[in-house]
């Protein structure tokens, strides 16, 4: 009973990870139609920044405030230099379908071999703003930190804001409209493109925080945030790849899912879990668990 | 076709002739751009023609160089039986996985296959029969004797290597010029149209990621070879990259550009240490400048000519054309 708990509250802890980068996929997926696998370089490479500002003030919370900026602009740039010169290039012949997402590829090569050219291959760590040791209940010592409490609560805190940006301000209303319906919103007045760019940013920014906290009990080198930027995207597709409420779910899912394969099983079958979840919810519910009805193909 | 084939018999032969007169390094990479062309030639067949877009095709060679690795270590078969069990176990490998492809498109198989390229060495390094990081052991052996004192292991290497290439690219061309070839363009330009018009369009996206995972596992088999080894090492995210890249790069729907985008991924890694040397960088700079040279070509070929090099020189032609 008490491992069961214990393995659902490490799962949520790192579900909660899995959450911000399925959002960030999430978040650019609605606005542009395209999977941004270099959100595990922008991700990364914001990070790195963080843990220099982090190092060297010794603050956390700095670094982490910095790691978000970082990604925001990052995010903003990306969209703003690359993603609107590539959709004017690529407009006709048979690699039209498939030049964003080569796209996003290169630029997640580029990001990482920059990154490596700065900081090299060897791995960092970045000083924990929490105790990694287990809490002590009476006699028994359970393998949930003070560092998981904190990461629940920052991802909680993060989703919060999210959720108000979008439900109560004119900005979440303009992503959303232009979102659903780009052209509508466009005659309404939005100037869609500029919401795009707000949109990367804002998935840039919760990019960054990802990293960060994965950093802040993992060590981080130039392909330490491959593995989340998979798992973010399974969580991303058990929720449909459209909806920010589904990938959250999925994330909590995949997370504590994984973590219980992990107690239970053991390390070897963690990633063929996750590939196998990946693989089922394709194939039973490719729309994902919120579709409702009508489907979808894109 | 009976000219084809003369064409590729004087290819292989002209390709023989200049391997006797170049040095070992030389020989020894024209092994590795014979791997890579068969490698881009299954992007080539998968993502040019058919329309689907796999990042995995490092886990394919994967496949592939294992299945070739454990046919030849454990049951001391022919050097031709375990490149023909790397063949069958990758197509069976690509026909499970092309099922589950068939019904996805676009941003879902490239994550898929992503995944599967990130994982495949995680899995390899967790069963012991794979040998874990260290890989296992994949000898050719020596050449035949009756070749001579002269003749190398490097050489013998490329010999294999490019009798392969030119089988595949012979077999692959006729493939895609076939009704094959036709039908999948068709279904990647408006598959609700071909579907219509009779092209069961599931089945044959299963048939074009079978195919293109045999010649992958081809590949992959073969860049086993080159190295002696099979480790999932050397069927990083990184290989698979390079893969797309030189796919891109040669022109995603032209097969005689994959020897040119397997020249490039071959001639990378060399400008790139000319590079560092003269710039006189550290140790990062060897290691990440070649990824940085290929992303950057990745990046600009994909804005500025997305269908290969080729496709601005018809369009420059025929704007002249109109003009006059």
Redesign the interface.
């Known amino acids: 009973m008490q491992k069961l708990l214990e393995t659902l509250l490490i799962g949520v802890s790192t579900g909660s990870i899995y959450a911000l980068m399925s959002l960030a996929l999430v978040l650019v997926w609605r606005s542009t139609r395209v999977v941004n696998f270099a959100q595990a370089g922008q991700a990364m490479l914001s990070t790195y920044i963080g843990f220099e500002i982090a190092s060297r003030s010794e603050i956390f919370w700095l670094g982490l405030a910095c790691a978000i900026t970082a990604g925001a602009l990052l995010g903003a740039g990306v969209d703003f230099f690359f993603m609107r010169v590539l959709f004017k290039h690529a407009v006709s012949g048979p690699a039209v379908v498939v030049a964003p997402v080569i796209a996003t590829l290169g630029l997640l090569g580029l990001i990482r071999s920059i990154v490596g050219l700065i900081w090299g291959g060897e791995f960092k760590s970045i000083e924990a703003p929490a105790s990694k040791d287990g809490f002590t209940i009476g006699q028994t010592t359970i393998p949930f930190s003070a560092l998981n409490l904190l990461i629940i609560t920052t991802v909680s805190l993060i989703l919060i804001t999210l959720a108000i940006i979008f439900q109560r301000t004119n900005l979440g209303l303009s992503l959303r409209a232009s979102a659903y319906a780009p052209e509508i919103a466009q005659l309404a007045g939005i100037k869609t493109g500029r919401t795009r760019t707000i949109g990367w940013a804002i998935a840039g920014g919760v990019g960054g925080v990802a990293g960060m906290l994965v950093t802040s009990y993992n060590f981080l080198s130039p392909y330490s945030l491959d593995l989340l930027l998979v798992f973010g995207f399974i969580a991303a597709v058990i929720g449909g790849l459209e909806s920010m409420v589904g990938s959250v779910i999925g994330a909590l899912t995949l997370g504590i899912g994984l973590t219980f394969i992990l107690n239970y099983v053991g390390t070897s079958l963690v990633f063929i879990g996750g590939f196998a979840v990946l693989v089922v919810v394709l194939l039973l519910k490719p729309d994902g668990i919120m579709a409702r009805g009508k489907v979808r193909r894109a | 076709m009976r000219k084809k084939i003369a064409f590729f018999i004087l290819l292989g032969w002209l390709l023989l002739f200049i391997g006797d007169r170049v040095d070992e390094l030389r020989v020894y990479q024209g092994a590795q751009i014979a791997m890579y062309t068969i490698a881009l030639a299954s992007i080539v067949l998968l993502?040019?023609y058919s329309?689907q877009?796999s990042?995995g095709n490092g886990a394919m060679m994967a496949v592939g160089g294992y299945a070739a690795a454990l046919t030849l270590n454990k049951l001391g078969s022919p050097i031709w039986f375990a490149f023909l069990m790397a063949v069958f176990f990758s197509a069976l490998f690509g026909a499970l996985l092309g099922t589950?492809a068939a019904?996805?498109?676009?941003?879902?198989l490239?994550?898929?296959t992503?995944?599967?390229a990130?994982?495949l060495p995680?899995?390899a390094n967790?069963?012991a029969f794979l040998g874990g990081v260290p890989g296992i052991l994949f000898d050719v052996g020596f050449p035949p004797a009756r070749f001579g004192e002269e003749f190398t292991q490097y050489k013998w290497f490329f010999w294999i290597a490019t009798f392969l290439a030119l089988l595949s690219l012979f077999i692959t061309s006729n493939i895609l010029q076939s009704r094959f070839g036709r039908t999948w363009?068709a279904i990647?330009?408006n598959s609700l149209a071909a579907e219509l018009s009779g092209i069961h369009s599931s089945r044959m996206k299963i048939l074009a990621f079978t195919i293109s995972s045999a010649l992958a596992g081809l590949a992959g088999a073969v860049l086993a070879m080159t190295i002696s080894l099979v480790a999932p090492g050397a069927y990083t995210?990184?290989l698979s990259?390079a893969l797309?890249?030189g796919a891109?790069l040669a022109g995603?729907?032209s097969l005689p550009g994959v020897a040119l985008g397997a020249l490039i991924l071959v001639a990378i890694p060399e400008i790139a240490d000319v590079l560092a040397n003269s710039w006189g960088g550290g140790?990062?700079?060897s290691?990440?400048?070649p990824?940085?040279i290929?992303?950057?070509l990745?990046?600009l070929s994909?804005?500025?000519t997305?269908?290969?090099p080729g496709?601005n020189l018809r369009k420059h032609r025929h704007n002249k054309a109109s003009e006059d």
């Open positions: 993502t040019g329309g877009v990042l589950a019904r996805l498109s676009g941003p879902y490239a994550g898929t992503l995944a599967l990130v994982g995680e899995i967790q069963f363009s990647r330009s995210l990184t990259f797309v890249t891109v995603v729907s140790e990062n700079f290691n990440y400048l990824g940085l290929v992303s950057l990745l990046i994909v804005i500025f997305p269908n290969g496709e």
